[in-house]
T-cell receptor, first 113, second 114 residues
Framework: GENVEQHPSTLSVQEGDSAVIKCTYS??????FPWYKQELGKRPQLIID?????GEKKDQRIAVTLNKTAKHFSLHITETQPEDSAVYFCAASGGTSYGKLTFGQGTILTVHP | GAGVSQSPSNKVTEKGKDVELRCDPI?????LYWYRQSLGQGLEFLIY????????KSGLPSDRFSAERTGGSVSTLTIQRTQQEDSAVYLC????????????FGSGTRLTVV
């Protein structure tokens, strides 16, 4: 089955800086890659996703890039704000995991004012 | 409904007792998932229902865990003879199915086994 590795496990930045979280996946047939944000005590919420037919997608301060050859994808947050502090999870599906997401281990992002 | 509903939101049970957790997915969503999240940990897949197909039970950690989905809508996750290591937040999610889509998660059930 699919295996997703996520790095770093913790990330601390100053307000206004950029943050980058990286994930690698094992199944070359995977074709859907969402990112979730989970605030303390809350449910995970989808913030952005990308499919394998595009290399980059942006939504205001967040962007996701995908390198199918290297089997990795990344989340970029620019101009970070304290409310961006949360746990971020990457995920992948498709191929042998069609319709079912395999999640990375999560990254705890802390944005210091 | 407007979102994925889970009940109860919190459950404290004694070791050895059975518990039932309920999930009501978004109306019309054919795919339903159960995940488990231990304190400070990631999202562990448990089981996946898609329409009338046989469920993918590959994530269930032991035969004490079972789940059913009646009428293609509400699902119940049952844990028999609970153990302390079963303590976690149990998250349900749904999506439209028939493809790869992101999930909408419920708020979860926090299970504490004492």
């Amino acid at each position: 089955g699919e295996n997703v590795e996520q790095h770093p496990s913790t990330l601390s930045v100053q307000e206004g800086d950029s943050a980058v979280i990286k994930c690698t996946y094992s199944d070359s047939a995977s074709n859907y890659f969402p990112w979730y944000k989970q605030e303390l005590g809350k449910r995970p919420q989808l913030i952005i996703d990308i499919r394998s037919n595009v290399g980059e997608k942006k939504d205001q301060r967040i962007a996701v890039t995908l390198n199918k050859t290297a089997k990795h994808f990344s989340l970029h947050i620019t101009e970070t704000q304290p409310e961006d502090s949360a746990v971020y999870f990457c995920a992948a599906s498709g191929g042998t995991s069609y319709g079912k997401l395999t999640f990375g281990q999560g990254t705890i992002l802390t944005v210091h004012p | 409904g407007a979102g994925v509903s889970q009940s109860p939101s919190n459950k404290v049970t004694e070791k050895g007792k059975d518990v039932e957790l309920r999930c009501d997915p978004i109306s019309g969503h054919t795919a339903l998932y159960w995940y488990r999240q231990s304190l400070g940990q990631g999202l562990e897949f448990l089981i996946y229902f898609q329409g009338n197909s046989a469920p993918d039970k590959s994530g269930l950690p032991s035969d004490r865990f079972s789940a059913e989905r009646t009428g293609g809508s509400v699902s119940t996750l049952t844990i028999q003879r609970t153990q302390q290591e079963d303590s976690a937040v149990y998250l349900c999610a749904s999506n439209p199915g028939q493809g790869n889509y992101g999930y909408t998660f419920g708020s979860g059930t926090r299970l504490t086994v004492v």
